[in-house]
């Protein structure tokens, strides 16, 4: 599933930093680390969404 926010994409980027130990689990703030109960695959595919054309948030809240 595509990320479909700027935002999420980023998040999943950093929680998936995060899972490989790239950086510290200690770092993350609010999504991104409500994200690190997600599959690695889960996040590939929400860091590696392109971000040309996606809000910076969505609108679904």
């Known amino acids: ?3 479909k926010s700027a ?3 980023k998040a999943a980027g ?3 930093s995060a ?3 790239d ?3 200690s770092e ?3 999504a991104s680390k409500s994200m690190l109960s997600m ?3 889960q996040l590939e595919d929400f860091a590696h ?3 040309k054309g996606k809000p910076e948030h969505a609108d679904d809240r």
Request: charged share 30%; aromatic share 0%.
């Open 49 to 51: 969404t392109q971000r």
């Open 39 to 41: 599959s690695e695959k």
């Open 7 to 9: 935002a999420q994409q």
């Open 23 to 25: 950086t510290p689990k």
């Open 14 to 16: 950093a929680a998936l």
């Open 19 to 21: 899972k490989r130990g």
């Open 28 to 30: 993350l703030k609010g």
């Open 1 to 3: 599933m595509p990320a």
